[in-house]
């Protein structure tokens, strides 16, 4: 079975931190990009973050940028956003997604998505 399961989804007071994980089952994350989105209540799936499939490039969107940091481990098939600073408006479920073998985070194209992980940031 192919999938990805995120985790580290909670509650936390604005100004807190979480760090989401991205796990990947039945299929290697080797050679693909990998992509963070979210989405806030009523509005529409953003993308958040991508990195390369080595790890060495990275890019965020600007409501991000700053405060997130994405990672990755190949060897365990993971892959991380560590989420400091954050605000009321990052609420919203955050999804990874695996992007097509070989491709790189430009023109990023979703070849497997995760189930989402709930982020609430509220005091």
């Known amino acids: 079975q192919l999938q990805l399961v995120e985790s580290g989804g909670g509650s936390v007071l604005p100004g807190g931190s979480l760090t989401l994980s991205c796990a990947a089952s039945?299929?290697?994350?080797?050679?693909?990009?990998i992509a963070w989105f979210r989405q806030a209540p009523g509005k529409e799936r953003e993308r958040i973050s991508c990195?390369?499939?080595?790890?060495?490039?990275?890019n965020y969107a600007d409501s991000v940028k700053g405060r997130f940091t994405g990672s990755r481990d190949n060897a365990k098939n993971m892959v991380y956003l560590q989420m400091n600073s954050l605000k009321p408006e990052d609420t919203g479920i955050y999804y990874c997604?695996?992007?097509?073998?070989?491709?790189?985070?430009?023109?990023?194209?979703?070849?497997?998505w995760g189930q989402g992980t709930q982020v609430t940031v509220s005091s």
């Open positions: 990195i390369s499939w080595s790890g060495g490039n990275t």
């Open positions: 039945g299929f290697t994350l080797d050679y693909r990009a």
């Open positions: 997604a695996a992007g097509r073998y070989g491709h790189s985070c430009v023109g990023f194209s979703p070849a497997y």
